[in-house]
């Protein structure tokens, strides 16, 4: 039970480095990333919304927050469900968009936020989201 409990929170540490890192670098190269989105943009037919571009210009900044939480452990069922939905959108977009080397990165992005979601159940070593913020400070 003691090897799943420290499995889980390694996998969600680990997790959440890959997302911050990621999230980090496309800040960093944050026109590169921007060109590469308007790529993609290009590319979409059914997604082809203006409000869609402005949100995608965030997901780096949501990427870097949804993986210092996760390290953290803080809000950590909260922040999974929100990365399921935010990685899921962005495969969508991605498929419609062709691009297939980065549907397989957000693929396996949002599959393992699904699989931390499942097994919450062994989320002991973080702090826990059902108290109030105060208490957690």
């Known amino acids: 039970m003691k090897f799943r409990i420290y499995l889980y929170a390694i996998a969600r540490i680990l997790f959440g480095l ?4 990621n999230g980090a670098y496309n800040v960093i190269v944050y026109p ?12 979409t ?7 869609i571009e402005f949100f995608l210009v965030l997901v780096p ?10 390290m953290i452990g803080c809000y950590t069922r909260k922040v999974l469900i929100s990365s399921i939905i935010l990685f899921l959108f962005i495969v969508m977009y991605l498929l419609d968009a062709n691009s297939e080397i980065m549907i397989f990165v957000y693929t396996v992005f949002l599959l ?26």
């Open 18 to 21: 890959a997302l911050t890192f």
């Open 32 to 43: 590169k990333f921007l060109a590469c989105l308007d790529d993609h943009f290009e590319r």
């Open 45 to 51: 037919t059914i997604l082809d919304f203006e409000i």
């Open 61 to 70: 900044f949501a990427e870097f927050i949804i993986g210092l939480l996760l």
């Open 112 to 137: 393992m936020s699904g699989i931390l979601l499942r097994k919450d159940n062994y989320n002991l070593k973080s702090m826990d989201y059902s108290r109030d913020s105060y208490q957690m400070i």
